[in-house]
């Protein structure tokens, strides 16, 4: 299984570790395509930061999100990267699975909650996460 995870990067990179423990939960249902976000020593100006070009970085997350069977967003930091990603999967007819942390203090845009094609799961910790993924893959 190809798993492309998402999460903000410009939006903000105060979850990273986060990530990073989504992504190694991740890791024993697939493949991850995405890993490097939860590269802690990738900042707020994403990969750029680190000499790649804005073109590259498109071309390599397309590219991922084509070969990807599955993706996984992490929706609780609102990100345009994410927003084009979910509705680019969408377009491609993958299956689309968000997860919002309910105890963050934001709202979840309507546009991916209420969205029938998005199958949004709510959680409070990784413990929460651990078990729903568990679900997701059965």
Same mark, same amino acid.
């Given at each position: 299984?190809?798993?492309?995870?998402?999460?903000?990067?410009?939006?903000?990179?105060?979850?990273?570790?986060?990530?990073? *423990?989504?992504? +190694?939960?991740?890791?024993?249902?697939?493949?991850?395509?995405?890993?490097?976000?939860?590269?802690?020593?990738i900042t707020g100006t994403g990969q750029?930061?680190?000499?790649? +070009?804005?073109?590259?970085?498109?071309?390599?997350?397309?590219?991922?999100?084509?070969?990807?069977?599955?993706?996984?967003?992490?929706?609780?930091?609102p990100s345009l990267g994410v927003g084009?990603? $979910?509705?680019?999967?969408?377009?491609k007819d993958k299956r689309v699975v968000? $997860?919002?942390?309910?105890?963050?203090?934001?709202? $979840?845009?309507?546009?991916?909650?209420?969205?029938?094609?998005?199958?949004?799961? *709510?959680?409070?910790?990784?413990?929460?996460?651990? *078990?729903?993924?568990?679900?997701?893959?059965?």
């Amino acid at each position: 299984m190809k798993i492309y995870f998402a999460g903000a990067i410009r939006g903000g990179r105060d979850d990273v570790a986060l990530y990073g *423990e989504i992504i +190694s939960q991740l890791k024993n249902y697939g493949t991850v395509l995405t890993e490097h976000l939860g590269d802690t020593s990738i900042t707020g100006t994403g990969q750029m930061g680190q000499g790649k +070009s804005a073109e590259a970085i498109y071309a390599d997350d397309v590219a991922w999100l084509d070969a990807s069977d599955i993706v996984v967003a992490e929706v609780t930091t609102p990100s345009l990267g994410v927003g084009y990603e $979910l509705g680019r999967a969408e377009a491609k007819d993958k299956r689309v699975v968000c $997860l919002f942390r309910t105890n963050a203090g934001r709202n $979840l845009s309507g546009m991916v909650l209420g969205n029938p094609r998005f199958t949004v799961y *709510e959680y409070e910790t990784i413990e929460t996460i651990k *078990e729903t993924l568990k679900i997701i893959f059965k």
